[in-house]
């Protein structure tokens, strides 16, 4: 008997991806009869883009949906259950994980450029056969969300009318996606059990000293500003004043879990020079710039639906652009952004009582 050798076409199973850009017309179908039975209508030109874009994003979807799913399990459920603690060795795999998906949202967004190349008008010519077909329909994209922490997408996919269109498959793991763990779960719990008082007794006080000598000093230099009129100044200067209070509001949160999490994440944020702190540092600003692509997606998207249709509503059954500006402004790890007001010039930080805890020789 011969044995059966892989080949090209039969491990990435091109029979079936390469026979599935032909729609049905549903149209023609009587309710209740099977997709087979549906009278295929001619594909306009240009909806071979459409519909071979929007397959190429699922795949990426895919593979963003297995990677964050990695970075959190190792974040958040693979610890050495004795001690509560993510294995050093994992957090680089983490920081991998994230980079991948980082870059498929960057070259994944770009490719909303090919949809660009399609006249808004050829769009037209098939848009009213796909309604009320919509990616707001995308349950890989709800997966994500969900996964990365998006508190938004878990009413919407509440939501009766989305929950209808589900096949089994796609509820079931929808399902597992609103039980499981969240990425911004397991970030948190991890930031909360670092050490940082061990490390650096009192350093939330210190820090919010510092930073309110910070702030002091900027208030001098609008005062002392020469361009900026009095209204100007006043403004600035009530700014000023509400960042010192926001910042001791920050570090000093009632919620234990939250106020410890906030600590670690200036303190790591700020501390990033010191070698120990470098891959918990790369961590954060992995998670930063997931957020930043995947509000880009969103922003980009938007863009380019607003160049195809203009104002009108969506074929499902959205307000179309505006209501799509808004989904960008959501934020997942929006705290990590938020902390970002709060950082300092590393020369204005109060110094580590015992540095050489963080480098990786104990002699320097
Ligand atoms: C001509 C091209 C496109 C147009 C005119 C368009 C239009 C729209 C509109 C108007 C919405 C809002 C929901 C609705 O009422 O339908 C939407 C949602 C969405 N679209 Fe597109 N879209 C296009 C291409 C794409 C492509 C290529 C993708 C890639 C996967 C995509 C993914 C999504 C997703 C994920 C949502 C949900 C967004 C959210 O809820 O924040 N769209 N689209």
């Known amino acids: 008997m011969t044995r059966r050798v892989p080949t090209y076409g039969g491990y990435l199973r091109l029979d079936?991806?390469?026979d599935a850009q032909d729609p049905p017309d549903f149209a023609n179908l009587a309710p209740g009869a099977p997709l087979d039975a549906a009278v295929r209508r001619r594909l306009h030109h240009d909806e071979m883009l459409f519909i071979v874009v929007h397959q190429a994003f699922e795949l990426w979807f895919k593979l963003v949906l297995h990677e964050v799913a990695r970075a959190r399990d190792l974040l958040g459920m693979r610890m050495v259950?004795?001690?509560?603690?993510?294995?050093?060795?994992?957090i680089p795999e983490i920081v991998a994980a994230l980079h991948r998906v980082n870059e498929i949202l960057r070259v994944a967004t770009d490719q909303f450029r090919i949809v660009e190349t399609m006249a808004p008008t050829s769009f037209l010519a098939f848009r009213e056969a796909i309604t009320p077909a919509s990616g707001?329909?995308?349950?890989?994209f709800r997966e994500l969300e969900i996964l990365a922490g998006a508190e938004e997408s878990r009413r919407a996919v509440a939501d009766?009318?989305?929950?209808?269109?589900?096949?089994?498959?796609?509820?079931r793991r929808l399902e597992t996606r609103l039980v499981e763990p969240t990425l911004r779960a397991v970030l948190f719990d991890w930031l909360a059990r670092t050490p940082v008082d061990k490390a650096f007794p009192d350093f939330a006080e210190a820090f919010a000293r510092?930073?309110?000598?910070?702030?002091?000093?900027?208030a001098e230099a609008v005062k002392a500003n020469p361009f900026a009129n009095d209204a100007e100044r006043k403004e600035a200067l009530e700014k000023v004043a509400a960042?010192?209070?926001?910042?001791?509001?920050f570090l000093f949160k009632e919620d234990r879990e939250a106020r410890l999490a906030s600590r670690a994440f200036v303190f790591i944020t700020s501390y990033r020079h010191e070698p120990l702190l470098r891959w918990p540092s790369a961590l954060l600003d992995a998670l930063v710039e997931f957020e930043q692509g995947f509000r880009g997606?969103?922003?980009?998207?938007?863009?380019?639906?607003?160049?195809?249709?203009g104002a009108r509503p969506g074929t499902g059954g959205s307000s179309g652009v505006a209501y799509l500006d808004k989904t960008a402004e959501r934020r997942i790890f929006g705290d990590l952004l938020d902390a970002r007001n709060f950082l300092l010039d590393p020369a204005?930080?109060?110094?580590?009582?015992?540095?050489?805890v963080f480098r990786f020789r104990f002699d320097s």
Do not use: C, N, W
């Open 81 to 90: 259950p004795s001690m509560k603690v993510v294995p050093e060795r994992d």
């Open 160 to 171: 009766g009318a989305f929950a209808a269109l589900l096949t089994p498959d796609e509820a």
């Open 16 to 18: 079936r991806i390469l």
């Open 348 to 356: 204005r930080l109060p110094p580590i009582p015992e540095p050489y």
């Open 210 to 218: 510092a930073y309110e000598r910070y702030a002091d000093d900027q």
């Open 297 to 309: 997606f969103r922003f980009r998207h938007a863009r380019m639906v607003e160049r195809m249709i």
């Open 136 to 140: 707001f329909q995308s349950v890989q």
């Open 243 to 249: 960042m010192k209070a926001q910042a001791r509001a």
